[in-house]
């Protein structure tokens, strides 16, 4: 009974353990790691499939060129990478049927962030963005950022205002600031957007 009870004590402490190291190796990876896109809807037959692109353009995310899952053991590299009817979609190697397609649906890419360049910074990563609080230009606070979407016009951040969801466009029009450092956005949103 008594060894029963050492073994089972031994057991918690080292799921405890793990669970610690798992925890740390997780803040390492996501230092070294960002998330660029997650696979979506496979289309057609031969392996082509959606990608929800979390850089702030195409041309970064197609310019990344290694992609890699969290745990950096798969490495996806694609035949084709392209925008249709104003999404992205690619085609990886080796992925040659829709079953293989729907097998990544839902899948998060991340790439080394040492991959982008400093200009890709001037650009704003979707990640960084959503750490971040929306102001007005008078210091007035609007919400949390919640998302950047892009419906064929342009990104849109998306934060809830007044109990609805708000979409603000990523313009010289509308968008003031970026602060990383500070987790600040400031916005002068055109009329009709609070309202």
Not at 40 to 54: F, Q, R, Y
Not at 87 to 109: F, M, Q, T, W, Y
Not at 119 to 129: I, P
Not at 166 to 183: A, Q
Request: net charge positive.
């Amino acid at each position: 009974m008594l060894q029963k009870k050492n073994q089972l004590r031994k057991s918690q402490k080292i799921k405890i353990l793990l669970k610690e190291i798992v925890k740390k190796l997780s803040k390492i990876y996501k230092q070294k790691i960002i998330h660029i896109g997650t696979f979506g809807a496979p289309l057609g037959l031969k392996g082509e499939i959606k990608i929800k692109v979390l850089t702030s353009n195409f041309k970064i995310f197609k310019s990344i060129g290694e992609y890699l899952s969290f745990d950096r053991l798969i490495k996806w590299k694609f035949k084709k990478i392209m925008i249709r009817s104003n999404k992205c979609v690619a085609h990886p190697l080796g992925c040659n049927s829709r079953n293989e397609a729907e097998l990544l649906k839902n899948k998060k890419i991340y790439c080394y962030k040492n991959k982008l360049s400093k200009d890709h910074f001037k650009e704003y990563l979707v990640s960084d963005l959503l750490i971040c609080k929306i102001f007005l230009n008078d210091g007035q606070f609007i919400g949390n950022v919640l998302n950047v979407e892009n419906f064929g016009a342009g990104n849109l951040l998306e934060t809830k205002y007044k109990n609805k969801n708000i979409y603000i466009p990523m313009n010289e029009e509308n968008l003031i600031s970026v602060n990383l450092n500070k987790k600040i956005v400031i916005v002068n949103p055109i009329k009709g957007i609070l309202s």
